[in-house]
Nanobody, 122 residues
Framework: QVQLVESGGGLVQAGGSLRLSCAASGRTFSRYAMGWFRRAPGKERELVARITWGGGSTYYVDSVKGRFTVSRDKAKNTGYLQMNSLKPEDTAIYYC???????????????WGQGTQVTVSS
């Protein structure tokens, strides 16, 4: 069982940057694909980005392409989401989760943390 804890959220002005971290417990985390999700007020949780366990393949939702970068450090059992050129519409609670195989489906992921709040002011 993988357990994940997100950190790094905060309040930032539009155009600013934040780096989210996803710390994993459980020695098998490095064998899972990792996804970053977000849930904005009044909206469903959506996949933002994901990365394979080897780090060789990534996926981004269209709205964040060119602005967000997902990565992972297997030696540190930690994943990251670098968010640049932030927009007010990026405001949400951000979560990371793990899946046995890369997937765009929320239901395929497990090990959800409590999330970290990202607020982008205009």
């Amino acid at each position: 069982q993988v357990q994940l804890v997100e950190s790094g959220g905060g309040l930032v002005q539009a155009g600013g940057s934040l780096r989210l971290s996803c710390a994993a417990s459980g020695r098998t985390f490095s064998r899972y694909a990792m996804g970053w999700f977000r849930r904005a007020p009044g909206k469903e949780r959506e996949l933002v980005a994901r990365i394979t366990w080897g780090g060789g393949s990534t996926y981004y939702v269209d709205s964040v392409k060119g602005r967000f970068t997902v990565s992972r450090d297997k030696a540190k059992n930690t994943g990251y989401l670098q968010m640049n050129s932030l927009k007010p519409e990026d405001t949400a609670i951000y979560y990371c989760a793990a899946a046995p195989l890369p997937s765009n489906r929320v239901g395929d992921y497990d090990g959800w943390g409590q999330g970290t709040q990202v607020t982008v002011s205009s």
